[in-house]
């Protein structure tokens, strides 16, 4: 029997430009060569007769190797199968499997049959498989197995040596056929990947340009004050409806130096800064500004926090409520002078009794000649009276006047 040797054969990997890899060239393990049609020994190129048991062998009939390998078919496409199937996911019935290897184990017989080797056909099927087995690196490892064992299996030690040439080269070409077809198939997904992330990063930032354009265009059109400031107070961005009401140009925004020394009242805006901290934000709360003029203004207050590019920030809302201010107090006033034109007719009586009274003590006291105590005693009558009257009018006089609005704290 020939003495095995190994030979280095360079393959191509997806992820390196050629890795080499050593094949043990033995009885069993084939050789890479040529095909079937030369017959005449594993070293009948040198011209040395192949021995055995000090003898030498006769040629090989290549018709009847053929026909071995044909008939073995089946039995390896089976063998195939369950060395791949157990390592690989494979999304086909198992019938469809077998079929395809089937076809494939087909193939290889005649590449072996073929002289010159046809590489090309080898490294087709080497695609085919890592097409099949989504490129499963131990689906090549198991077939190398499998195909190695099991095509040298029925047949003589002579005929071994002859296929070995061929076998080995057809290896080494699947092999090469395979790897570029997984380096393919990783660039492809590593293409489709990239180009995935690219979309969804456009669709991500057009997204986010409209978001952001929808809130500048709700910001600025707002019907109500808007305004973003920072920690400090300085202030960030706003609205016109924001500055209308306090008379301000946006030019006069940057003289104003804190948003806190807008509020009118130092006590009140106190309060606020206070329920701030307290809550960590501001809901609806009416509160008195200041004015460019320095006069001031009414106006409905929310404060919420906010991360304006990347810093902590609050965002105010503000609605001008002077005009509904006043228009409650007149609201007010009227409807307390409706409530005196109703009371008129009450109050005639109660003004007409005391007046009644001092008219006629005070007549007792001028018509008649009365003792001294007794003029005092009707005078001291009618000035009770009188002080009943003014109790009455300071009473009228309260009911009509304007409600004070300063605030006290509860």
């Known amino acids: 029997m020939c003495a095995g040797r190994v030979i280095n054969v360079r393959m191509a990997h997806p992820t390196t430009s050629w890795i080499p890899i050593a094949v043990n060239i033995t009885a069993e393990i084939p050789v890479l060569g040529r095909g079937l049609g030369q017959r005449r020994g594993c070293l009948a190129d040198s011209g040395a007769p192949i021995c055995r048991a000090g003898r030498e062998i006769d040629a090989v009939d290549p018709s009847q190797l053929l026909q071995i390998l044909c008939s073995r078919r089946d039995a390896i496409a089976d063998r195939w199968y369950q060395a791949i199937a157990r390592v ?10 077998r079929q395809r290897l089937a076809e494939l184990t087909e193939q290889i017989i005649a590449i072996l049959d073929a002289e010159p080797f046809e590489r090309d056909k080898a490294q087709a099927i080497g695609v085919a498989l890592a097409r099949l087995t989504h490129a499963q690196p131990e689906a090549l490892g198991r077939t190398q197995e499998v195909l190695a064992r099991h095509l040298l299996e029925a047949v003589t030690t002579e005929q071994a040596v002859a296929l070995r040439p061929s076998l080995v080269a057809l290896l080494g070409a699947m092999a090469t056929g395979f790897l570029q077809q997984a380096r393919d198939t990783i660039l492809t997904e590593q293409e489709r990947i990239r180009c995935a992330l690219v979309s969804e990063m456009r669709e991500t930032e057009q997204a986010l340009r409209e978001s952001e354009a929808r809130y500048r265009t709700l910001f600025e059109n707002a019907p109500i004050g808007m305004g973003v400031f920072d920690a400090g107070g300085n202030v960030l961005a706003f609205n016109d409806a924001l500055l209308a009401p306090l008379g301000y140009a946006r030019g006069d925004v940057a003289s104003i130096e804190s948003i806190a020394d807008m509020c009118y009242d130092p006590d009140e805006r106190d309060r606020v800064l206070a329920v701030i901290d ?83 003590n005070l007549e007792l006291v001028l018509d008649f000649d009365l003792e001294p105590d007794e003029q005092v005693g009707y005078l001291d009558v009618a000035r009770q009276e009188i002080d009943r009257l003014s109790k009455i009018t300071r009473r009228v006089l309260d009911f009509t006047q304007p409600a004070d609005e300063t605030r006290h704290p509860v």
Request: with cysteine.
């Open 88 to 97: 690989s996911y494979i999304p086909l019935e198992g019938a469809e499997v």
């Open 278 to 360: 307290k809550r960590g934000f501001l809901h609806q709360r009416e509160m008195r500004v200041k004015r460019k003029d320095g006069a001031y203004c009414h106006m409905l207050l929310g404060l919420v926090p906010i991360t304006w590019k990347g810093e902590h920030c609050w965002q105010v809302m503000a609605l001008d409520i002077t005009a509904r201010k006043q228009a409650e107090r007149q609201a007010s006033r009227a409807e307390r002078m409706a409530a005196m034109g109703r009371l008129a007719t009450a109050l005639a009586h109660e003004i007409n009794n005391p007046l009644q009274a001092m008219r006629t």
